[in-house]
C-alpha cells in the first residue's frame, strides 16, 4: 500500500483533489489496519463458547473519522500551517500566532461567564436538563474552567516563564489550601471542603507527585548518566516493601524506614549495577527488564515473606514526626490534640506535603549534584564514554553511583508509596509501571526537572481526568469505561508530543557553571547516551 | 604499581617490543622507540600504519599483545601502562590523549568540557561528593581554581569568548583546539595527540603548532604527536618514528628521517615493476604467515572491548576502510631493502641480533641477508607477556 505520488501530479492537483486522494489512501489504511482489530471481536457466549462479534458499523465509523480527519488535515490544516509562516505583504508581519487567536479577551469573559452560570445553576442541574445533558454540562464547565485558567496562563506568559519554578513550587505548596478553600465556599462548610478535598489531593496531588519523584530519580540514570533502565520500578518494589515489611513486623517508625528503604533500594541498585556496568545500550535495557522481573516474581513467590500476590495489608500509616497519629483510635490523634472536627482529608493533605517535600528534596539533590564532579561525569559519561576514560574518570563507579542514587530515590518514593495505600502487592510494580515513568522523563526531556514534572502532570493528570469523563457512558453505551483507554491515549499522546518536539518538552540543557553568561544549551547538540 | 625503574632516564615513555595483533591482522609488530622527557616526538607513517593503534596501547584503550610501555614520571615513579586499567593512565601515570576522530562532550559547554577534565582533582577536594554536597568551604576553592585553570586553557586556546557555548557548536578547527585544552587540563607529563593538525586550514594549522610549541616550553609536557601533515611535524617535532605496516622503519631527528630512502619509499612507493623483481628476487617467503596464527584470545583486544562491550570498532574509533591484509611483499620500505640488496640495518634502534621478527618480517628481505635468523613461531613471542 505505497503511496506513491509524483512530484508533477502534486503541483497540478489542487489542495481538494490531494485531499480526497490522501483521504481515500488514509481511509485504505485504516480499513486494513482495523478490519481484524475493530471489525470482529472474539467473545463468549452463556455457553462459554467462543463466539465471533462483528462491528462492521463501529469499522465503518472509525475509517470514516480517519478519512474525516486526513481531509479536513490536507485540505485546510496543511495551508493553514503554511500560512502561518507567510509574512503579509501589506504589513510586513507574519499573521497572528494561533495561541493569541485562540485566546482572546471575548472568549475568556465568555468562558467565565459560564463557568458561573453552570456554577450557580449546581445543584439543580440535573433537574433541569436531566442526568445526560448535566453530564455534558458539567464537561462544558471543566473545558470553561480550564480555558480560562489557560488563558491567564497566556497572559502572564513571560513572568511565568521567567519565574517557572517559583511559581510552580508556591502553587505546588497552596494547593490542598487553596482546594479545601474553593470547595468550603462551594460547599458552604468547611467540613464540606475537606470532604471534597480528598480526591483532588488524593487523585491527582499525591497521584501526580509520586510519578513526579519516580521521574526525577530515573531521570538521574537514564536522563543525566544516559543509562537506560527499563526497570526502575524494582527499586519502587523494593522501598515499598522494605516499609510494609519492616513496618507490620517490627513496627519501626515511617521516620526511621524511609532513609532505610532508601539505603536499601540503593544497596540493590549497586548489587544490579555491578554485572549489567560493562553491558551497552540494548543489552543494558534488557538486564535491566529482567531485573525488575524477577524482583516481582520473587515477591509473588517468596509467599512465608512477602504473603505472595496477597500482598501484605495494615501498613502502619505515617505519624507527624511522632508528635501526632492520624488513627482516630489512638489518644494522640490529631483532630483530639488539635481539637478539631474529625476528618480523614488531613492525613492525605499531610501525605501531599510530605511527597511534595521528597520530590523537592530529589530536585534539590538532583540540582546539587549535577554542579558536583560527579554529576558532571554523569553527564559526560552519556556524552561520551571513551573520552570519559581517556580524562580518567573511573566509568564503572561512575555509573554505579548513578544507579545508586536513583535507585535510592525510587526506594523513597516506594516506602512512601505503601505507607500512603497501607496495602501494597506485586500487582503494583509490574513493567507498565517501568515503562510509564520512563515516558515520562523522555517526554519531560531527558535530564530537565521541569519538562519531568510538567510531563508526569500531563499524563498522569490526563489519565485521571478520564475517570471524570461519566458523561461518555450515554454516548458510548453504560458498559463504556473511559479508564481502560487510558494506554491508548498514553501511546497517542506519546506520538504527538515526539512528533511535534522530538526532544521533549524541555529539549535545552541547563550548563552546570558558567565563565560570562548561563546560556541553555541546544538539544540538538545533547546526546541520549547509548549505555 | 610502580615499579622502581633501573634508572631515572630522560625517556618519559618506553615502548620495547610492543606488538598488537586482530586476530590474524598484525597492527604492530615488535615496535621499540623512546619519547624523551621535554620533547615533541613524532610517529608517522602511511594510512593504516598502526600509529592509532599504538595510542590505543599506551592509553590502555588496547591491552598490547605483547610488550611493555614504561612511563617514567618526573617524580621518579614509573608505570608499566599495559598493567594499568585504562582510567588510571591518565590518572596516575598522567597520560592524556586526543582522538583522530574529535570526542568531546558536545552537548556540554567548553567549560565543562574542561571541568569534567580535572573530574579527579575535584572529586577528592569534594571528598567524594558527600562533603560538597554540604557546601564545605574546601570543595568551593578547589572548584574555583579548577574554573581559573579552565579559564586559562581556553585563553591559551583562544576560546575563551566561546566559553559558554557547547562544545558541538564549534568549527572544526576549534574543536581540535579544545581537546587538546582538555587533554592539558588534566595535568599530564605526557600528552599524546592523534592527528592534531587534520583538517584544519593552513592559519589554524600555525595557531596549533604556537600551541604545542607554548606547551612544550612552558609546562613540560612532552608530547607524543601523529601527523600526517609533514610541515607540521618538520617543523615542531624533535625526533620523529616512522611505522609503516606496524613496525618501525625509521627513527631519528626530522632531517634524518626525511632524507631516509625507506621513509621515501614507504610514502611514495616504489614502481610496480620493481615490486615484480623483489618479489621474485626474494623467492616470496612470507614470514608474516608464522605470525598469524588466527584469533588470540588471551591477547586480544583488552576488556574494554569483551563481548558485552560491543565490538572494539565500536570502543575506540579508529580510521574505518583502510584494513591492512598484509600481504606479501606489501611493504614498500621492505622492498628498497631488498632492492639495494645491501646490509642495511632496519634502523638505528634495533640492533639487529636483538630485532629477529622485525627484521623477518620486513617481508622482502633477501634471504641471504639474514643467515642467523632461526624461524621459528616461538620467535616472535619473545616481547615478554603482558598479563
Ligand atoms: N579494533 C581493531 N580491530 C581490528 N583491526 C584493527 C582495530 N584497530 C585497528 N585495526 C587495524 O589495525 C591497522 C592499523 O590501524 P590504525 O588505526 O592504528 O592505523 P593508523 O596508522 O592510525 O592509520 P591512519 O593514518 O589512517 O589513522 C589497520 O589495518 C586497522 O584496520
Ligand atoms: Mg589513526
Redesign the interface.
Known sequence: MAVTTSPERDIVATPMQRATREALYAGAIALGLFVLFIGLRTDQNISNELILVQRWWLLAVVVVLTMAGRFLYVAYGQPFLANQKIVDVATGLLPESMATRFFRLPYFIAAIVIVAVLAFLAGSLDGLLGPGLAGYARFLRALAIIYALASVMFYFRTFIHAHFSALGITALALYPIIVVLVLALYGGSVAAGFQGSLKWVDNYGIQILIYVMLAWGLNIVVGLAGLLDLGYVAFYAVGAYAYALLGTQYGLSFWILLPAAGAMAAFWGVLLGFPVL????D?LAIVTLAFGEIIRLVLINWREVTNGSAGITGIPKVTFFGLMTFNVSDPNYIAKVLDIATSSAYYKIFLYYLILGLCLLTAF?TI??RR???G??W??L???E??????????TTTKL?AFATGAMFGGFAGSFFAARQGFVSPESFIFLESAIILAIVVLGGMGSLVGIAVAAMVMIGGTEVLRELDFLKQVFGPDFTPELYRMLLFGMAMVIVMLWKPRGFVGS?E?????????A??G????EGHG | MSDASPSVNDAILQVEHLSMKFGGLVAIGDLSFQARRGEITALIGPNGAGKTTVFNCITGFYKPSEGMLTLNRRDGSSYLLERLPNHEIPARAKVARTFQNIRLFSGMTLLENLLVAQHNKLMKASGYTILGLFGFSGYRTASAESIDLARHWLEKADLVDRADDPAGDLPYGAQRRLEIARAMCTGPELLCLDEPAAGLNPKESMALNALLMDIKDNTGTSILLIEHDMAVVMQISDHVVVLEYGRKISDGSPHAVRTDPRVIAAYLGVEDEDVETVLIEVGDEDVIEQLDTGPDATHGPGSSSSYFAGPVTDTVGHSEGERVTVSKGASKAGQVDARSGAARPASPAEAKPEKPSAAKSSTAKPAAKAPAKPKTPGDSNRGGGNE
Open positions: 560493562r553491558l551497552r545500550g543489552y539533590v546539587r549534584l558536583m564532579p560527579v558532571r561525569a553527564e559526560a552519556r556524552e561520551d571513551i573520552a570519559c576514560r581517556s580524562l580518567g574518570i573511573n566509568t553511583t540543557r550548563p552546570t557553571a558558567f565563565l560570562k553568561e548561563r546560556r544549551v541546544s540538538s547538540f545533547t546526546k
